[in-house]
Nanobody, 120 residues
Framework: EVQFVESGGGSVQAGGSLRLSCTAS????????IGWFRQVPGKEREEVSC????????YYADSVKGRFTISRDNAKRMVDLQMNSLKSEDTAVYHC?????????????WGQGTEVTVSS
């Protein structure tokens, strides 16, 4: 069974930082792109970042470029999202997932998410 467990969310003031972590299981982790999405009630899910398998390739949405950094550790089956200079508009539930729609790869599996609240 494919599973993702996210952690690291919380409440922070604008300008602060958080580091989200995602641990995956149930599939050959090294072979898949991994993405981070965020969801705000009433809005479309936004793909904020993706990371390639082992070539260092990354994608960032314009809304987070220069502030967020994605990284992965294949040995630990983990993908992290370092979020700096947080803004109130970054408030959302963040999910990690298998795949990357911006690279044309479907996203059939994602975790339950971790909540991030940024207060101004």
């Amino acid at each position: 069974e494919v599973q993702f467990v996210e952690s690291g969310g919380g409440s922070v003031q604008a300008g602060g930082s958080l580091r989200l972590s995602c641990t995956a299981s149930g599939f050959s982790f090294d072979d898949y792109y991994i993405g981070w999405f965020r969801q705000v009630p009433g809005k479309e899910r936004e793909e904020v970042s993706c990371i390639g398998t082992n070539d260092g390739r990354t994608y960032y949405a314009d809304s987070v470029k220069g502030r967020f950094t994605i990284s992965r550790d294949n040995a630990k089956r983990m993908v992290d999202l370092q979020m700096n200079s947080l803004k109130s508009e970054d408030t959302a539930v963040y999910h990690c997932a298998q795949g990357c729609t911006n690279w044309g790869v479907p996203v059939p599996y994602w975790g339950q998410g971790t909540e991030v609240t940024v207060s101004s």
